[in-house]
């Protein structure tokens, strides 16, 4: 499993917007891949996905994400893919029911 965190570009970045998922949920991506279009104040850029994995998103477009967020997780295999789905809606489904 790899954790997709938002990079830090600059001295003074600490936050992006997600524009687009250019790869989709359960893709199957490869290294240098584009995963995702975010912009920051200066200029909108292509993230790539740094190893091969299957595609489970976490952050969803339109919105204004930290450096170092975790944005999407790559699974190693369709085990693994359907665990890590399953375990980040129970914990969406335990948020939802503190509000």
Do not use: C
Request: cysteine-free.
């Amino acid at each position: 499993m790899y954790e997709v965190r938002v990079p830090q570009l600059s001295d003074t970045m600490e936050e992006t917007q997600l524009l687009e998922w250019v790869a989709k949920e359960g893709e199957k991506v490869k290294p240098r891949q584009v995963l995702v279009v975010l912009e920051t104040e200066k200029a909108s850029f292509e993230m790539e996905s740094e190893q091969a994995g299957i595609l489970h998103i976490i952050s969803p477009v339109e919105v204004t994400i930290p450096v170092g967020h975790l944005i999407a997780i790559l699974a190693e295999n369709d085990q693994e893919y359907a665990k890590v789905k399953s375990q980040v809606e129970t914990a969406e489904s335990l948020k939802s029911l503190k509000k």
